[in-house]
């Protein structure tokens, strides 16, 4: 028996987890974003003017700047735009330096951020950026900032040259720097590069004896799989797994190890999942119970859908009481398979079941229940073999001697002429019976 197409939705499973990494990463973005209010712009006044000459930041100015962030941080945010206003009005914006109009702009983006106005904000960086001889640390920020906000309006490639321009100006960049951009890379279909720099994250953490963030992972084993490499998707999902050990990610392994045809690898994942009560989806433990009837267990099959059906975590419909009936017959508790078989036939919109009902009665000797469990199939339709189904409903009514219906039955079944040879022996043999049973009535 075959995993039905329970493929498809672990497929599904594969695929679509990355959109919910991207919101995450964007989310993320919103987050961090290097929003600094003055304070800490001054903080950075002096540092690495051995490269940059940087203006001073005259005494008025600092005052001014800092009644701003007191009444932005008051949430005054009118009040400190009206104080920045000034600032630039009447002639104001070309008496201040470089440095001062950095700080200045970089007040009005916190500002705008606070207001949701990204655009705006994203202007003020910008303006921040182009003022010359700012001090090095502080450009670095700013373009940081100005990629993330780039990304939060999911304008992919203008972050994507962003980003590749803040890392010119950095020495050691930072491991979600390389996150986002694999983002951007993702966002655009430019899977390898993108795995590129989401490896290279995750190398970073590891070399620094940290564990790497769940979504990393999610997003490498996301890009490996749509290029189709599956060995490399398998051995995320096992890094994966060592540190997030999540249902998703037994399924998933599970499935992967079957593309690699480790069928003893996709069955112990998928039970480790089972074992711990993980597999909540009746779609799961069906799963489960298909790999176990695909590795010759069909016990534990049973035992999982009887489970599963019971507690009503696997749908009771007419192919999963089928499935069970098949199970349970396979590890010969024909008695157990019967009730299945019944429900499943119940369900069923065509008389396929019914005749396979048939079968599993002859089996339990109950020839009667045979009779009419075939019977009602035929006459519903749509069993797939009639011919078969009236050879089993011939050899029922040879067990209880109704020796006509029998022979009408093997006739029957003789004119498909799949079934005319095991018909022929049947009549054959059924004639020998009843001339030896004369011969006994005789003597």
Known sequence: MKLHDSGVWLRAALLALPVAIAQVAVTQVQSELGLRPFAAAVAQEGEQRETRRTPALRNQVYEKLAEAQAAAEAEDLAGAARILEDMLASGGKNELNSYELANV?????????????????????????????????????????????????????????????????????????????????????????????????????????????EQWYNLARFLYFEKGDINNTVRVLEELLKHYPDKQ?????????????????????????????????????????????????????AKVLDRGLKNDSIEDNSRNYEILGNAWRQAQEVDKAIPAMEKAAAKAETGELYARLGNIYLDGDRNEEAITAITRGLQRGGVRRPDSARLVLGMAYFNTGQYDKAREAFKAAGRDERSAKYAEQWIQYMESEIERQRQLAQN
């Not at 309006?153 to 390389?178: C, H, M």
């Not at 597999?279 to 534990?300: C, F, I, R, S, W």
């Open 105 to 213: 702009y970089n007040l009005y983006a916190f500002i705008h951020y606070t207001r949701e106005d990204y655009n705006a904000a994203l202007k003020a960086y910008e303006n921040v950026a182009r003022q010359p001889d700012i001090p090095l640390a502080m450009e670095i920020s700013t373009r940081y900032t100005i990629a993330q906000l780039y990304f939060v309006q999911e304008r992919w490639q203008d972050g994507i040259n962003s980003l590749l321009d803040w890392f010119k100006l950095t020495e050691n960049p930072n491991e979600e720097a390389y996150v986002l951009l694999a983002q951007g890379y993702y966002q655009l279909n430019d899977y390898t590069k993108a795995l590129l720099n989401v490896e290279k994250a995750i190398s970073l953490y590891q070399e620094k004896g940290k564990t790497p963030k």
């Open 249 to 301: 990610y037994w399924v998933q392994l599970s499935h992967m190890y079957g593309e690699q045809k480790k069928d003893s690898e996709q069955l112990a994942a998928m039970e480790t999942a089972y074992v711990q009560d993980m597999l909540d989806k009746g779609t799961e433990q069906v799963t489960m119970a298909y790999l176990y009837l695909n590795a010759e267990v069909p016990y534990k099959a």
